[in-house]
């Protein structure tokens, strides 16, 4: 057994032997669990932080966002069809076409059946060896197709077993309080609905707005993109600037306050978004307080219309084109755009035959 002071002896040999070894592993040791408290501390504070949003913002609960599962050949991504479900598919393009066909004699209308088409039609790439009946394929822009994908989808959610109640068992083992129920408006977006500004319509534009890449970029500019959703009033209520809404005057809506300052800062002196938070926040106030109860108005047109639109354009195309040419003839028939928003398309010049002006009406009759 080694004596105390001979211990202490020893030990004073190794501290002057290798003092720069036992340093060096001390300062490194330090700065170890230096790092190691400072990430606590950090990600302590960052939880902190995500709880008093989620408190806030949330109303102390996560929102999470679900789809129900449909397989895919209720919606019509496939290619391969069962003898019977060809057969099937068959039956139901005879009763939809015999039932297109009363509604046009119940409103007085001569059918055409020779306007019929088949929604099965040959694939060349279907094996050999399936049987001749079976090497067929759907028809896409067959009016029949979406009627019986629709069908499928209805008979589907009948005995589907995803169900709200289901849902409602998985979320009550996480504590759920609310389930709510998103639903895009029937109100088509840009280039069928566009917003008036400055009293006209801008139908310069033919595609959505958006100041970036990602699908974010698109719904900072819904308003002016015509791309609604609706939403649970319990979901917004920390957004609404006015909780009575039966004396308002249109659908009250909540756009972003970056699409808010690009559409509407000229007209009520709204400067872009700052950058210092303080002043971000003395922004945001102005804002509400300026655009509360602002109407904004918006004009949809009809697929008739959107092609009168595209043909005015097309129209100038050609004729700017071929204005240098001596026997160029410019369309007979050609429009203007509406002189007031959401009003009508006009006639800028008809000198269309009269076999022309029948043989258009014929062909707007077998639309």
Wanted: charged share 25%; net charge positive; aromatic share 8%.
């Amino acid at each position: 057994m080694i004596r105390p002071r001979y211990t202490l002896k020893l030990a004073r040999t190794k501290l002057r032997s290798k003092r720069g070894m036992l340093l060096a592993s001390t300062i490194i040791a330090s700065l170890l669990f230096a790092a190691l408290i400072a990430c606590i501390i950090v990600f302590t504070a960052a939880e902190k932080s995500a709880n008093d949003f989620i408190k806030k913002a949330g109303n102390d609960k996560y929102l999470v966002q679900v789809r129900p599962y449909i397989p895919h050949e209720v919606l019509g991504y496939t290619r391969d069809f069962s003898l019977e479900e060809i057969r099937g598919i068959k039956a139901f393009e005879i009763e939809y076409y015999n039932n297109l066909e009363e509604k046009y004699k119940a409103a007085g209308v001569a059918y055409d059946k020779s306007a019929e088409t088949s929604v099965i039609i040959p694939d060349i790439f279907k094996s050999e060896s399936l049987p001749a009946e079976q090497r067929v394929t759907i028809d896409r822009q067959s009016p029949v197709a979406d009627a019986w994908f629709a069908k499928k989808l209805r008979d589907y959610s009948i005995t589907a077993p995803n169900t709200l109640q289901k849902l409602k068992e998985l979320g009550s083992t996480y504590g759920a309080s609310g389930y709510y129920i998103q639903i895009q408006t029937p109100i088509p977006p840009l280039p069928s609905s566009r917003l008036i500004i400055d009293k006209k319509e801008d139908f310069s534009v033919s595609e959505m707005k958006r100041d970036g890449p990602t699908s974010y970029d698109s719904l900072i500019n819904s308003a002016y993109n015509n791309y609604y959703q609706f939403q649970d009033d319990a979901l917004l209520q920390r957004y609404l600037l006015t909780k009575d809404t039966s004396g308002l005057k249109g659908i009250p809506v909540i756009i972003t306050s970056q699409e808010a300052s690009s559409l509407f800062g000229k007209e009520f002196d709204i400067g872009k978004e700052p950058k210092d938070d303080s002043e971000k926040r003395i922004w945001l106030k102005n804002i509400q307080e300026k655009l509360n109860g602002h109407i904004y108005q918006a004009c949809t047109r009809n697929s008739a219309e959107q092609t009168l639109l595209t043909k005015i354009q097309r129209d100038y195309a050609e004729i700017q084109n071929n204005k240098d040419i001596k026997d160029y003839k410019a369309p007979s028939l050609q429009h203007l755009h509406p002189a007031t928003p959401c009003g009508d398309i006009t006639i800028k010049q008809d000198t269309r035959t009269s076999a022309e002006k029948q043989l258009q009406a014929k062909a707007e009759e077998q639309q």
